[in-house]
């Protein structure tokens, strides 16, 4: 079991929420997958292994790991919510063909968040960037 799978059963522990099979295997399939999956990517990963369990079974589980800090979503206003058990500052990169999503490291950028609440008089509480392009698997295929 990788330290961040129990980092987290940890910190479920603490928020009282009691580990099922079902959830085990949501929370350790979202630690080691990279791909930011949809709710069905996930449903579909482990319908195999737990016939019984449904859609609505997975986002329910999801909102759960989402309130205990431990997973983030990431919506795009057409329905398709992703999820990211990387809850470190990091920002990422969206191909606009196949529409894969790469994690990519860069310095916070606080300055944009103070330069908000100046100019908006919001309290800016986070923020997210992304960048669009193609991935090296389209890249190549694009015709122009």
């Not at 009691?18 to 979202?30: D, E, F, G, K, V």
């Not at 191909?95 to 103070?114: M, Q, S």
């Not at 908000?116 to 919001?122: L, P, R, S, V, Y």
Request: net charge negative.
């Amino acid at each position: 079991m990788s330290s961040r799978f129990e980092q987290a059963l940890e910190k479920l522990k603490t928020t009282g929420v009691r580990m099922t099979p079902q959830r085990h295997a949501i929370l350790a399939y979202l630690l080691e997958t990279m791909s930011h999956p949809t709710a069905d990517d996930i449903y579909r990963a482990l319908e195999d292994r737990f016939p019984s369990m449904s859609v609505a079974t997975v986002y329910n589980n999801l909102k759960v790991f989402i309130e205990a800090g431990l997973v983030r979503e990431l919506t795009y206003g057409d329905d398709s919510s992703r999820f990211d058990s990387d809850m470190s500052d990091h920002y990422h990169a969206i191909c606009d063909n196949c529409g894969k999503i790469v994690d990519f490291e860069y310095p916070p950028l606080h300055e944009v968040e103070w330069k908000a609440a100046e100019q908006t008089g919001f309290q800016i509480n986070r923020h997210r960037l992304e960048v669009y392009g193609l991935c090296p698997d389209c890249a190549p295929k694009a015709t122009h």
